[in-house]
């Protein structure tokens, strides 16, 4: 089975730039996550969808932070304008509906500001 | 609301040694548990969960853990590390709170030493 599907791998960025996340989850995982990993920390959940509705986003900076899931397959995280306290990786997630089913994770977009 | 406190920011051990990782939770309804791993560059690797039943839950690479509801515990061990076993160990806690919710502890950074 493949597993969770993230580009880029890396991005340097400016502040105030914007930037843009992919994630592809394992094919029929009804459930997507974004996580904020900051260097040395637990990964912090921003969103999580189930098929392409959201389920929790209350921690999620809205005035800079946005998400979709269109058809309920892939994703997209963009952030905008970036700030230097964004700097850290974003790990994108997917599980199966089922109550108690561990999550599956990409390798995480590293994301430095300048 | 639930919470995970990883005991250990950091657990240093010869090779072939016993380690034990740590961590509480709280919670006001039942759990589920996991353990995952994370190596350098990559994104989090599910090690063992419980669900329910047998209170010992055995996972990959050797790791085990024993869920101690009276304690609210639930500590992940091995018998005898390898090098290859340095890496971030996350626990995690799953709960339904008005949908299922997984907080990440803080991580423990096992370090083994040859």
């Known amino acids: 089975e493949a597993g969770v599907a993230q580009s880029p791998r890396y991005k340097i960025i400016e502040k105030r730039q914007s930037v843009a996340f992919w994630c592809n989850p394992i094919?029929?995982?009804?459930?997507l996550y974004w996580y904020q990993q900051i260097l040395g920390q637990g990964p912090k959940l921003l969103i999580q969808?189930?098929?392409?509705?959201?389920?929790?986003d209350s921690q999620l900076p809205k005035d800079r932070f946005s998400a979709e899931r269109l058809k309920g397959v892939d994703s997209t995280l963009k952030i905008q304008p970036a700030k230097l306290e964004d700097s850290a990786v974003y790990l994108c997630?997917?599980?199966?509906?089922?109550?108690?089913?561990?999550?599956?994770f990409g390798d995480g977009t590293r994301l430095s500001i300048l | 609301a639930q919470s995970v406190t990883q005991l250990d920011s950091q657990v240093p051990v010869f090779e072939e040694a016993p380690v034990e990782l740590r961590c509480n939770y709280s919670?006001?309804?039942?759990?589920?548990l996991f353990w995952y791993v994370q190596y350098p560059n990559q994104g989090l690797q599910l090690l063992l969960k419980?669900?329910?039943?047998?209170?010992l839950v055995k996972g990959i690479n050797g790791f085990e853990a024993e869920f101690n509801k009276s304690q609210t515990s639930f500590h992940l061990r091995k018998p005898s590390v390898h090098i290859s076993d340095t890496a971030e160990y996350f626990c995690?806690?799953?709960?339904?709170?008005?949908?299922?919710?997984?907080?990440f502890g803080a991580g423990t950074r096992l370090f083994v030493k040859a």
């Open positions: 997630a997917s599980s199966s509906r089922q109550e108690g089913q561990p999550q599956h």
């Open positions: 094919s029929g995982h009804a459930t």
């Open positions: 969808f189930q098929n392409n509705g959201v389920v929790d």
């Open positions: 919670s006001s309804v039942s759990v589920y």
């Open positions: 419980y669900l329910s039943g047998s209170t």
């Open positions: 995690a806690v799953s709960a339904y709170t008005g949908g299922f919710k997984t907080i």
